[in-house]
């Protein structure tokens, strides 16, 4: 199969690879850009494991081609830190208990942080939707609701696209 050149802003660094052609997102992120954040989950789209943001939506990266992505950006677990802080999702999971196994983690982290960029105070219906593509067999969703609630609480209106009130 002919590889495919596809350059795309990966967590805020320009990445430049050449891919398989109809090779999946999932794929080149986990073995060619070397971002294992992503989970391989069910390889169909799911269970939402692989969630990825491009350009602002929540995306299945198991379903998504590499070869989409050309000139997009995407989010990943592997870039919501800033530095040693982090992300306030990821605080808030942690104080929830909202990570149990953590294989659906990575996958909600995205699926949530996509919905508080667009809507910084969701309603706990507005969160049970944005999560509904993500399969969890671990925390019966409650703690995993609490805390996005929570994470949107304590960042409100200062959330912003980046997801610190700042840019990066």
Same mark, same amino acid.
């Given at each position: 199969?002919?590889?495919?050149? /596809?350059? %795309?802003?990966?967590?805020?660094?320009?990445?430049?690879?050449?891919?398989?052609?109809?090779? @999946?997102?999932? +794929? /080149?992120?986990?073995?060619?850009?070397?971002?294992?954040?992503?989970?391989?989950?069910?390889?169909?789209?799911?269970?939402?494991?692989?969630?990825?943001?491009?350009?602002?939506? !929540?995306?299945? !990266?198991?379903?998504?081609?590499?070869? &989409?992505? +050309?000139?997009?950006?995407?989010?990943? $677990?592997?870039?919501?830190? @800033?530095?040693?802080?982090?992300?306030?999702?990821?605080? =808030? %999971?942690? +104080?929830? %208990?909202?990570?149990?196994?953590?294989?659906?983690? &990575?996958?909600?982290?995205?699926?949530?942080?996509?919905?508080?960029?667009?809507?910084? @105070?969701?309603?706990?219906?507005? /969160?049970?939707?944005?999560?509904?593509? @993500?399969?969890?067999?671990?925390?019966?969703?409650?703690?995993?609701?609490?805390? /996005?609630?929570?994470? =949107?609480?304590?960042?409100?209106? !200062?959330?912003?696209? $980046?997801? %610190?009130?700042?840019?990066?």
């Amino acid at each position: 199969m002919a590889k495919v050149p /596809v350059r %795309f802003t990966l967590n805020g660094r320009e990445t430049a690879l050449f891919v398989d052609g109809g090779a @999946n997102l999932l +794929e /080149v992120l986990r073995r060619g850009a070397g971002d294992l954040s992503p989970k391989y989950g069910c390889g169909q789209g799911g269970c939402g494991a692989c969630t990825v943001i491009i350009d602002g939506k !929540s995306q299945l !990266s198991c379903l998504t081609l590499a070869e &989409s992505v +050309e000139g997009k950006s995407i989010s990943t $677990t592997g870039g919501l830190q @800033n530095g040693p802080d982090l992300h306030p999702l990821q605080e =808030a %999971f942690m +104080e929830h %208990f909202a990570a149990q196994c953590g294989y659906c983690t &990575s996958g909600m982290l995205m699926a949530a942080k996509a919905l508080l960029d667009t809507n910084p @105070n969701p309603s706990r219906g507005e /969160v049970i939707e944005a999560l509904g593509g @993500n399969l969890c067999r671990c925390t019966g969703y409650e703690p995993i609701i609490d805390a /996005v609630l929570t994470a =949107a609480q304590r960042t409100g209106r !200062s959330y912003g696209a $980046t997801g %610190f009130g700042g840019t990066r």
